[in-house]
């Protein structure tokens, strides 16, 4: 993979100029990525860099805070720019991804890369290429777990091959100058390693392995003379701790679980000995999302699951402060982005209220709060659709968290009878928060409510939340839909004859059970990479990771044996239920899907075709799960606006 150095004139997203005015904002405005994404501050606070596109063009930029100035570093080729972060003040890394294969002999896989670039002198260099005996086939060659006190090195690991056996996951010491990497003595991994722990010194602290074959899960800790030794261990096809870093004034491992416990505990792990204390930072039925940590995965904080997210950080003073800094941004979703190395700046994101998406600057000592950039700033004020939190209660009495998108343009008092999108979300142990949706306010700027329920089965709201839907797709988990859809019907809120439901990858089997289980109460249907055959999904995963797996395990858990569950899978898979439908398909699947292959959208096509049921797949060539490229996304939301009007518009 290879990045070249280029000069742009172009205004980038920190200068951009709002567009004309227009009756509502081109479909470009929503399926193209944002003007800036992924920005991060540097640990002296001089800089924030980011990823800025500009005429569909992706590049590596820089904030200067002091002046205002913005300026493109390098122009980004064809390639998927995943994100930036500093490695001190003069190293800006940059992640990247293409679809590859390794020379045509294996399976396709997203190939990540880390690339290093020097402010200073403006070189940049691709992290670990030349290193000598390195396997590159899934080597996670994009990961960093730490840096050098000098900032001149930092530490990711990496699959080395050795004759006669299978590659180790070893910790390498790279140089940001060369991109070449050294083997650090004592710091070799097996097959089975899964993560290395570092402290700000550069002293390996720690590694964790996990044996799939064995079912057994390690934490493995360094002594002062580079030996390491088990210090906890469990016999488990998925480990119940996940390390979140280190707790540098404690000298402790941070290990988040949901043993024994509704909601996720964080608990510190001596390295002495293994023995767990805590729980540390819990809320009263509130979900632990995860660690805030540094750039050497030191932790500082803890982040909250909710509609709107939520922090706590160690620090009394800075806690106290940086609450202060979010409660003076009204009516909005904050997220803590990063900060520097003293925390005297810190950077925040602000969307999901009356305002586009945008970028804000805390300065602590100033006590000043300072936007600085628009992720789109082509949308306008009076384009962002209202986005409210509500709750209903599924048949079985179940609470339901769920947000509704007000369509734009429609006052308070006329939000009755509107056509209406159901949207429920992928995963599906994720959930949906207040935010800026980019396809929630497509569809209402097209004139439509959006109601998106975090069902059950989703994450975010307790481990019993999310186990409550397992064996229950197409039966509770879809029945939490159905009732959100009727509740806003009874409410007057949503007419009954203009209702569609539309999902992405999990979601897109929601829309198709829908269509399948409840034929009646949807006018359309719309799955972009959707699942249709559950024994299809479940024979991939299968596949991909082995019937030994955790990754398999967890599916089979989740959705059923499909030996002992056959007729039960069967009969909530929407590709053998094609004869149920009555609403028209629009189907949507990119051909390069690694994560549900397109051949789900071809067999439910095939099936609705056989049944005479009205259907119409768009196949995007060349795209992944995601839809990623702006191309690919903008023409989705064509067919989809076409497809909506044509069936439930006004």
């Known amino acids: 993979m290879r990045l070249f150095t280029a000069f742009a004139s172009a205004c980038l997203a920190w200068c951009a100029v709002a567009a004309p005015a227009t009756a509502k904002p081109p479909l470009a405005a929503f399926g193209d990525l944002p003007a800036v994404r992924s920005p991060d501050i540097s640990a002296d606070g001089k800089h924030v860099a980011y990823i800025s596109r500009v005429n569909g063009i992706d590049y590596l930029a820089k904030y200067e805070v002091e002046t205002g100035k913005n300026e493109a570093l390098i122009r980004i080729p064809d390639v998927k720019a ?35 670039y020097n402010i200073s002198t403006k070189k940049i260099v691709q992290l670990l290429v030349g290193t000598q005996n390195l396997y590159s086939f899934q080597s996670g060659l994009g990961r960093i777990v730490g840096t050098d006190p000098g900032g001149q090195h930092v530490y990711m690991p990496a699959y080395i091959e050795r004759t006669g056996s299978d590659p180790t996951f070893d910790l390498l010491k790279v140089n940001l100058e060369t991109g070449h990497g050294a083997r650090i003595p004592g710091a070799t991994g097996t097959t089975s390693t899964v993560n290395w722990i570092m402290n700000s010194k550069g002293d390996v602290l720690a590694r964790t392995e996990f044996s799939e074959k064995r079912s057994l899960y390690e934490i493995r800790s360094y002594d002062a003379a580079g030996g390491d030794r088990v210090i906890y261990s469990e016999t488990t096809k998925r480990p119940s701790l996940g390390i979140a870093g280190f707790a540098e004034r404690d000298g402790a491992l941070v290990a988040f679980t949901y043993e024994n416990s509704e909601f996720p505990q964080m608990y510190e792990i001596s390295l002495a000995d293994g023995k767990l204390s805590g729980p540390m930072k819990t809320r009263e039925g509130v979900e632990l999302a995860g660690a805030i940590n540094d750039e050497n995965k030191v932790v500082v904080g803890v982040s909250y699951s909710g509609l709107y997210p939520s922090y706590e950080l160690f620090d009394e003073t800075l806690n106290r402060e940086i609450k202060a800094a979010i409660a003076a941004i009204p009516d909005a979703a904050v997220s803590l982005i990063s900060g520097t190395d003293d925390w005297s700046k810190v950077l925040l994101d602000a969307e999901g209220g009356v305002q586009p998406p945008r970028y804000m600057l805390y300065d602590r000592p100033a006590r000043r709060l300072s936007p600085i950039a628009r992720a789109r700033p082509e949308i306008k004020p009076e384009e962002v659709a209202e986005v409210v939190t509500v709750e209903y209660k599924a048949r079985d009495g179940l609470p339901i968290p769920t947000l509704v998108t007000w369509p734009v343009g429609v006052p308070a008092d006329q939000r009755k009878n509107l056509p209406m999108i159901v949207v429920p979300h992928g995963g599906p142990e994720s959930y949906d928060a207040v935010g800026y949706d980019w396809l929630a306010q497509f569809l209402a700027n097209e004139g439509y409510v959006v109601l998106q329920p975090n069902f059950r089965g989703s994450g975010g709201f307790g481990a019993g939340f999310a186990r409550a839907g397992y064996g229950e797709w197409g039966r509770k988990m879809q029945d939490d839909v159905t009732d959100g859809a009727q509740a806003l019907m009874r409410m007057g809120w949503a007419d009954p004859s203009r209702t569609c439901i539309l999902g992405w990858s999990y979601g897109g089997y929601s829309a198709l059970a829908g269509g399948a289980l409840t034929p009646a109460l949807y006018k359309c249907v719309v799955a972009i990479a959707g699942v249709s055959d559950l024994k299809t999904m479940l024979g991939h995963e299968k596949r991909e990771h082995g019937a030994e797996s955790r990754t398999y395990a967890y599916w089979s858990s989740v959705i059923g044996d499909p030996n002992k569950d056959s007729a039960a899978i069967e009969a909530v898979s929407p590709y053998r239920l094609a004869a149920n439908f009555k609403a028209p398909v629009l189907l949507i699947h990119g051909s390069d899907d690694l994560v549900v292959p397109d051949r789900h959208s071809e067999l439910m096509e095939q099936a609705l075709k056989s049944a005479n049921k009205p259907v119409t797949y768009i196949r995007v060539g060349k795209d992944d799960h995601n839809l990623a490229a702006p191309e690919s996304r903008t023409r989705a939301l064509s067919e989809i606006a076409r497809f909506l009007n044509e069936h439930i518009g006004k």
């Open 82 to 116: 995943i994100g930036t972060y500093w490695v001190g003040s003069n190293y800006i890394i940059l992640l990247a991804s293409q679809l590859t294969s390794n020379n045509g002999q294996t399976k396709r896989y997203e190939d990540t890369s880390a690339f290093a």
